[in-house]
């Protein structure tokens, strides 16, 4: 009886599991669709990764419902706060103004797509990426550059996981590339951040226009 008992105990995960799973959450997002067995090794090991992370002064942000995970600094404490300030293990990057420009209108598109309930995957094609960012920028003389420069932002901002790029079938040209729109970016760009998403725009556009004017004087000088 005691041995049947004993074999009906939960085998505890291995070691190496569990190693295999911190180095994949540091390194970058783990998604669901992209490693099902890791991600179920998550879901098993959850409390024993959040206990390592906190000793590194991180936390774990799991979302079951979107199917991603990913580690993030946790909060510097208060100037009046006696504890001590660790350093930041996961380093802060600014973002330049056209990667937050793109990350904005995506996040709308985002918001809007969920709405509809049509999918679950909002894909879009590199063109429908273009227009969605130089209706806000200021014309100039050189269409090839422009699209040069949104194409540049496009890379970063999937450099940055937000954007998956697709396989082409065929060969398919630049301009019939498609990415996927990473729901990770949900938890970058919140419901509140979205609410005042209007008055943002209104902001990048007097400064996008405040950049054209510059130029065009460096031009005629």
């Given at each position: 009886m005691q041995e049947q008992r004993a074999n009906d105990l939960p085998t505890p995960a291995p070691a190496a599991d569990l190693s295999v799973l911190l180095i994949s959450l540091l390194k970058s997002v783990l998604y669901r669709d992209g490693d099902e067995r890791q991600w179920a090794a998550l879901l098993n090991l959850?409390?024993?990764v959040r206990d390592y992370l906190a000793v590194l002064n991180l936390d774990l942000v799991l979302d079951e419902a979107e199917g991603y995970a990913f580690v993030k600094g946790r909060p510097e404490p208060a100037d009046d706060d006696s504890s001590p300030r660790l350093p930041r293990l996961v380093?802060?990057?600014p973002l330049s103004f056209p990667v937050s420009l793109l990350l904005a209108l995506l996040r709308?598109?985002?918001?809007?797509?969920?709405?509809?309930?049509s999918d679950t995957r909002l894909v879009l094609s590199r063109d429908e990426i273009v227009e969605l960012v130089r209706v806000f920028l200021p014309d100039g003389p050189n269409e090839a550059r422009l699209i040069d420069q949104i194409e540049t932002t496009i890379n970063k901002v999937a450099e940055l996981g937000f954007l998956h790029k697709l396989k082409s079938a065929g060969g398919a040209s630049a301009g019939l590339a498609s990415y996927e729109v990473r729901r990770i970016l949900k938890a970058f760009v919140n419901a509140q951040w979205l609410g005042e998403f209007d008055d943002r725009l209104a902001i990048y556009q007097t400064a996008l226009a405040g950049v054209g004017t510059a130029r065009k004087r460096q031009q005629d000088e």
């Open positions: 959850q409390a024993r380093a802060r990057r709308k598109k985002l918001a809007e797509f969920d709405a509809s309930g």
